[in-house]
């Protein structure tokens, strides 16, 4: 069943206005509804209410950093299958271990692109149409 990316839930946790902003802005252009967070507290706040269909999270930020947030989404039971992809600056094979250990399903590297984003959407969500630019 093809799901078109109309209503497709994305959360995006960035303490990076910037990079919250940019995403936002990509996602939109293609069809998906956008739930920003500044940090993993917010994100936490967030995601009960608003059920995202994938989770992009920033690993470097104050409080509750990226892992610190993903562990604890994948630990709960009524979000453990949502994806969790990792975004941060290192390109290291140290993060993207770590980013495994705490259940996260993929890592891309910023400044990311939109091909990057859309792409890793597509993988987690079978059947995903990104809608035709406007």
């Not at 920033?58 to 992809?85: H, W």
């Not at 975004?87 to 091909?115: C, H, M, N």
């Amino acid at each position: 069943m093809e799901q078109n990316s109309d209503g497709l839930k994305v959360m995006v946790i960035d303490d990076s206005k910037t990079i919250r902003r940019t995403a936002e802005t990509l996602l939109k252009k293609v069809g998906c509804e956008v739930i920003t967070a500044v940090d993993g507290f917010d994100a936490l706040a967030k995601i009960a209410d608003t059920r995202p269909d994938v989770i992009f999270v920033d690993i470097m930020m104050p409080r509750l950093d990226g892992y610190q947030t993903c562990a604890l989404i994948k630990n709960n039971s009524e979000f453990r299958s949502t994806p969790v992809i990792m975004l941060s600056s290192k390109d290291g094979l140290f993060d993207k271990a770590k980013g495994r250990i705490v259940g996260s399903d993929q890592y891309l590297t910023k400044p990311f692109s939109k091909e990057e984003l859309i792409g890793a959407i597509k993988v987690h969500v079978p059947g995903f149409v990104p809608a035709a630019d406007a």
